[in-house]
Structures are given as C-alpha cells and as structure tokens.
C-alpha cells in the first residue's frame, strides 16, 4: 500500500498541526477574499508567497502528499491550458506577439492573463490542503460551531472532510483487488480510456459509500440529533497566543487588500 494519502489529515507536531482550527479557517478565508479582489499578479504573488510559508510550516512530509500535489497540479495544468485557448480564440487585442501556435499568435498580454488565474488557483489550493492535511477531521465541526455556524451544517462539512478521503481509499482498495484477480484498465497511456475502464467499479463503491452514511445517519438520529435548535460541545477549543497572532495577520491580510483594491492600481 502507497503512503500517500489523498488530501486526508497527517499527524504532526509542527506549529500549524497545533494551531486552533478557527485561526487557520479564518486566515484560509482571509487569503480565499484577498485572492478574489485582487485584479494584479504583483498583488497575487505576496499571496502566494504567504500560501507558501505557511505550506513549509506545516512540515509535512513529501512522500504523504505526493499523490494530492500531482492531483491539484493535473486541474491546474488542465484548466491553465483551456483558459489559454480560449483567450486566444476570444481575446486578440492589444499586447506583443511571443510566438504562434497552430496558427495563433500569443502575445504578452494573453499570457498575463492565462497565468493570472493560475496564481489564484495555486494560491488557494496550497492553504486548502494545508489546512486538510493539518486539521483533524473531528475538529472541524466543534471548530464550525465554535463560529456561530448552524452545528448541522457544521456536522455535513465535517462528514464530507471524513468521507470524501475515505472513499478515495475504497476505490483505491476495489481497484487493487480486482487488478490482483487479474483485472486490467483499457485504454493504454490515454487517461480519459483509462478512468473510463474503472466506471463500473464506482457504482458498488459508491453504493457502499451511500450505505455507511445511511448507517451513521440512522446512529445519530437514534441519539436524538437534530431534536434541539441549540447544541452544546464536547470539546471545547481555546485560543492562544500563536493563534491570535495568525488572527490578526489575516485582518491585517484583509484590510491591505481591500485598501489596495480602491487605491492601488498596478499596470500588471
């Protein structure tokens, strides 16, 4: 079995693993807004630089997210190359031709803005799957409820940081058991004829999948869940120092941005 897992918590010690979960939600809204207003890559990329400071203080280790990294960089990849296409079909002024491809003339401008929203993407996806890789999926509903969300909205965002990593590993399982009966995906080196094969093996995983989340609905029914408008926590999470002060960066996050959205204008 691989060690990698797919965008599922990794046990740590370093100083984000020890973070409360509402500072770090709180700074992944604060860099989610900030990306959202900025219209320039020079605003862009301190965003990315923090996404990146705070991906390296998290130490995790590289062989346990491999797997998810080559995932985020497929969708980035992808989208990156769509949206390149369609700004040279659809955007052809202004900018200096860099070079022709299949009878398109590239120019500065059009790349400017094909990497503009491969910043954003990258930015975010850095701190979302810190935050995945770094927080224990039983916190995130105390951490939600803690924040004034409804708690059964809290309780569905928690089940699905829980499910969605687990069913992955299902798949994963189904898929290494057939092929060691002998099973082999079509297709060759294309991947769309490839995830094509595996169709069939999703309907029993995900009817399985569907089955287990009956279950636990039924369990938390029996115990009376959801009869009560307000609900108390068993765990209670307490601020400290280190998350006060990422608190206070994500404010300060913020307010820079917004300034600069009314006062700053960058020519790129």
């Known amino acids: 079995m691989s060690e990698s897992r797919f965008i599922k918590y990794i046990e740590g010690e370093s100083i984000i693993h020890n973070l409360d979960p509402r500072a770090k939600i709180i700074f992944v809204f604060s ?24 991906y390296l203080l998290a130490k995790l280790p590289f062989k346990k997210t491999i797997t998810t990294w080559k995932f985020i960089l497929l969708i980035i990849v992808v989208l990156s190359m769509l949206n390149l296409l369609t700004i040279s079909i659809l955007y052809k002024h202004g900018g200096n031709v860099i070079f022709g491809i299949f009878g398109l003339a590239i120019t500065d401008e059009m790349i400017r803005r094909a990497i503009f929203p491969v910043i954003k993407l990258l930015s975010l996806a850095i701190v979302t799957i810190t935050l995945v890789f770094t927080t224990p999926p039983k916190l995130y509903a105390p951490a939600l409820g803690q924040m004034y969300i409804p708690y059964k909205l809290a309780y569905i965002i928690q089940l699905a940081f829980r499910y969605i990593p687990e069913y992955i590993a299902e798949m994963q399982k ?43 609905a039924d369990a938390m029914e029996l115990r009376g869940f959801g009869e009560k408008k307000n609900h108390t926590w068993y765990r209670k999470l307490n601020f400290n120092r280190k998350d006060i002060s990422l608190i206070i960066l994500s404010i300060l996050i913020i307010l820079f941005y917004i300034l600069s959205y009314f006062y700053l204008n960058f020519p790129y």
């Open 174 to 216: 189904t898929l290494e058991a057939q092929m060691a009966r002998g099973f082999k995906p079509k297709g060759g080196k294309n991947p769309l004829a490839k995830i094509l094969s595996i169709v069939p093996l999703i309907v029993p995983v995900t009817i399985s999948a569907a089955l287990s989340i009956y279950d636990i």
């Open 31 to 54: 860099i989610l807004f900030s990306l959202t207003i900025s219209l320039s890559i020079i605003l862009l990329i301190p965003l990315l630089i923090i996404s990146f400071l705070f």
